[in-house]
């Protein structure tokens, strides 16, 4: 997977391509797809959501430029695939599911795989995790129609966010922010598709 789908399109941050190797994305698929968990395609999850293509998962991770000494804040914690890669490059990984099932789920296969650095919520993901930050990066994997101000606000001074944005069943597109003396600046990096962020009674932002 990733030699073919990963390296071969680009992807070349040591420490991602370490991590895509370690982490086996078998063990965050439902059963009925394990045949087809290392395909470079979304697959479903529970709760009607996805666990993203491998690729994506390399694209928004090795954009955010992590360091080891990172930590960061994930919203939508979903199957915890992405929070076990960036759990393999960062000191400490903090993640917001909206969904109890899935957050309860993650947290269990966090624990059986020996994950001490991840820190698991359910909650509102919109409102990020203020009591943890500020963030050094922050990656959202569900897409609201605006970048929420709430995460712009607990990104640490030099943090970077990478979100998708845009309406479900729209054109939605992955922006890269960065924040500088306290502004911040941003730039579309990749035309996506990701499920709605929702709130608790099941809207869309």
């Known amino acids: 997977m990733v030699k073919t789908q990963i390296e071969a399109r680009g992807i070349s941050d040591p420490a991602v391509l370490k991590a ?89 296969l966090f624990s059986e795989l020996g994950y001490k650095n991840i820190n698991t919520k359910v909650g509102d993901g919109y409102l990020g995790w203020q009591q943890h930050a500020p963030f050094d990066a922050i990656i959202v994997t569900y897409s609201p129609t605006q970048i929420p101000e709430s995460l712009q606000e607990q990104l640490a001074e030099g943090g970077r966010m990478i979100i998708p944005v845009g309406k479900n069943g729209y054109s939605q597109q992955l922006v890269y922010l960065e924040k500088h003396k306290g502004k911040i600046k941003q730039k579309n990096v990749l035309p996506v598709h990701f499920v709605p962020m929702i709130s608790k009674n099941g809207e869309e932002y």
């Open 20 to 108: 895509l190797r370690k982490v086996e994305r078998h063990r965050f698929v439902l059963p009925e797809y394990i045949s087809r968990a290392y395909n470079d395609r979304p697959l479903p999850i529970d709760e009607g959501q996805t666990i993203s293509q491998p690729y994506v998962v390399a694209f928004m991770t090795e954009t955010l430029n992590l360091k080891p000494t990172d930590k960061v804040l994930e919203i939508g914690t979903g199957s915890g695939y992405q929070a076990a890669i960036l759990a393999e490059i960062c000191d400490s990984v903090f993640t917001v599911e909206i969904f109890e099932k899935l957050g309860e789920k993650a947290k269990l």
